[in-house]
């Protein structure tokens, strides 16, 4: 009599990944281009392209590096971008967003329906002391100002053609007020994609550079989710669901994989999962080492972001998933 030790006998696990065929046959996860979304730097007043330290294969880009850099990827079989507008002049503290607007309003002149754009709503990199809100002289956060500055923004891009808006500042009822705002303009089918659970993090160093949003002083503690707390992190992306966010996202990614499929149960939307700058560059970094092959783990963790229940995901290896099989 034979002793079953586990559900599935052993036998039958190594017959089943004795082949490429029938391990492709058995997996449970797939996905395609449709998935990713690439972000993108497009910087005020930069001639050309600018590389960024430690993310390979992303640069910051002026206007018409810009363009042609999205070109290749449209081409490359990408459809979703993740646009991050730089002006040049910190310190108006309201980021007017008239640099952001003419960049929409560059690409979908340029590529019309062949991509999706969604456009970063924040301050950062518009505020003189690179924090996500206006203070006042005491350094406290003015919450009032800063969701009247956003909206504005919001609205402004809407306006240029942005196919969507990703608030990423974590201020409270931001959501809430961004989706009044852009309705209030005729704006109701532009979606939002909140970055609804986004904790303070040592893995956003690389982006922070690119986007020239690193605060000048302090950190973001006060206002980003603590990497300890569950349950604030899970209420964070609750209370976005319910202020109208239409996609959610958890952020680090890859320090957040327990929180996707728990998020997306009790909120009843899609959840995806941005893999920061730092988690890119980490694994850029090995490959440079030479100890890891960077394309394998880069797919590796992207299954991983699916398996965990991630509806797409946003990652700065995205214009290399063609290259690495992923199929359009
Ligand atoms: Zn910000």
Request: charged letters at 20%.
């Amino acid at each position: 009599m034979p002793v079953v030790t586990s559900a599935l006998p052993s036998w039958t696990r190594l017959r089943l990944r004795q082949s490429a065929h029938l391990r492709d046959l058995c997996s449970e996860i797939s996905f395609t281009t449709a998935h990713l979304i690439q972000p993108i730097f497009v910087v005020e007043g930069l001639e050309g392209t600018e590389p960024i330290a430690g993310l390979d294969g992303n640069s910051r880009l002026g206007l018409h590096a810009g363009l042609e850099t999205i070109g290749r990827d449209v081409a490359a079989g990408l459809r979703h971008f993740l646009l991050f507008a730089v002006p040049s002049h910190t310190g108006s503290a309201t980021a007017d967003g008239a640099f952001a607007a003419r960049v929409v309003e560059a690409i979908k002149r340029r590529f019309g329906t062949q991509l999706h754009l969604w456009v970063d709503v924040c301050l950062c990199s518009s505020t003189a002391d690179g924090h996500c809100a206006i203070s006042d002289e005491r350094g406290r956060i003015d919450l009032a100002a800063t969701l009247s500055a956003l909206g504005d923004l919001a609205v402004r891009v809407a306006d240029a053609g942005a196919d969507g808006v990703s608030p990423s500042d974590m201020m409270d009822g931001r959501t809430a007020w961004l989706r009044q705002s852009l309705d209030a303009r005729g704006h109701q089918p532009v979606p939002i994609m909140s970055y609804s659970t986004k904790f303070a993090s040592q893995f956003y160093g690389p982006f922070r550079e690119a986007a020239g949003s690193a605060p000048r002083h302090g950190n973001r503690a006060h206002y980003q989710i603590d990497v300890r707390s569950r349950t604030d992190a899970i209420a964070s992306s609750i209370r976005c669901a319910e202020e109208g966010a239409d996609l959610l996202m958890v952020k680090p990614g890859m320090t957040s994989l327990d929180l996707i499929a728990p998020i997306r149960e009790a909120t009843a939307r899609l959840v995806g999962a941005y893999q920061v700058s730092g988690e890119y560059a980490g694994l850029c970094a090995l490959g440079r080492e030479g100890l890891a092959d960077v394309d394998a783990a880069l797919l590796e963790t992207w299954h991983v972001f699916r398996r965990a229940g991630a509806a797409f995901i946003i990652t700065y290896g995205a214009r290399r998933a063609r290259a690495i099989g992923v199929p359009a």
